[in-house]
């Protein structure tokens, strides 16, 4: 990502200061992302499982992923971190090389009787990220933040593949759908000061400018599994 010309959120990370890049370049970058619309649901889901399951997400930056998906009613658990390469090399300064073959994903537990996986998926392909984006996401760009399912088992892979043709049917977007549809490998969770970061920084400026409108969005468009009180990481059993 360093390597990028596109890779704002680094750039003010290694700066260390909220200031340092003033909004408006986040604003100038900022693209009109494909979200912010309602979906039809999945014409297939998955078998409601008594016990919690675990759905992994990669799309663009996981500060925002994870706070849209704290705030979906059924949801216990969100967990910021990388998919896709080695537990090795599953550091952020590492995966911001673009080398490891990493995206940054979130890992979700869910309880399936409250909210089925076909659900999240609505949401994450509505409001969480643009699907038609190819290695980037409104101003990052790179492999890192790729638009991917990594499925934890074949019942998630055939509902997501399943989903993605349906929406690529009714041709909702403007732009075909890129996201690919991959068996999970491996899941290694971000750095602390990563984790719940829109609730602890809701004025830091690429929040601002990229993530708050998700959340704006999922509460206007999907009100009955909209929650006030998001799961934040930090109140939850590890």
């Known amino acids: 990502m360093a390597s990028k010309t596109g890779n704002w959120k680094a750039r003010v990370l290694a700066a260390g200061a909220v200031g340092i890049v003033p909004l408006l370049i986040y604003a100038e970058l900022a693209r009109g992302?494909?979200?912010?619309?309602?979906?039809?649901?999945?014409?297939?889901?998955?078998?409601?499982?008594?016990?919690?399951?675990?759905?992994?997400?990669?799309?663009?930056?996981?500060?925002?992923?994870q706070a849209v998906f704290e705030h979906v009613k059924g949801v216990q658990k969100v967990v910021a971190g990388y998919?896709?390469?080695?537990?090795?090399?599953?550091?952020?300064?590492?995966?911001?090389?673009?080398?490891?073959?990493h995206a940054e994903s979130i890992e979700i537990t869910f309880d399936p009787k409250t909210v089925s996986f076909g659900t999240l998926l609505r949401v994450y392909f509505s409001v969480a990220h643009d699907p038609t984006e190819?290695?980037?996401?409104?101003?990052?760009?790179?492999?890192?933040?790729?638009?991917?399912?990594?499925?934890?088992?074949?019942?998630?892979?055939?509902?997501?593949?399943?989903?993605?043709?349906?929406?690529?049917?009714?041709?909702?977007?403007?732009e075909p759908i890129v996201t690919q549809v991959e068996p999970l490998k491996g899941f290694y969770?971000?750095?602390?000061?990563?984790?719940?970061?829109?609730?602890?920084?809701?004025?830091?400026?690429?929040?601002?400018?990229?993530?708050a409108p998700k959340l704006a969005a999922l509460k206007r468009l999907f009100p009955s599994i909209y929650r006030d009180t998001p799961a934040r990481l930090a109140s939850t059993a590890p």
């Open 83 to 101: 998919s896709g390469g080695s537990r090795e090399t599953a550091t952020y300064d590492q995966v911001t090389t673009e080398t490891t073959g």
């Open 134 to 174: 190819l290695n980037r996401q409104g101003p990052d760009e790179g492999s890192s933040y790729r638009s991917e399912i990594f499925a934890a088992d074949p019942e998630q892979a055939r509902v997501a593949r399943d989903y993605i043709a349906q929406l690529g049917r009714a041709r909702i977007f403007p």
């Open 33 to 65: 992302d494909a979200i912010d619309r309602v979906l039809p649901a999945p014409m297939s889901d998955e078998t409601k499982a008594a016990a919690p399951e675990k759905a992994v997400l990669a799309g663009g930056c996981f500060w925002g992923m």
């Open 189 to 211: 969770r971000a750095e602390d000061y990563h984790q719940d970061f829109l609730i602890k920084n809701p004025t830091y400026p690429y929040i601002v400018i990229n993530d």
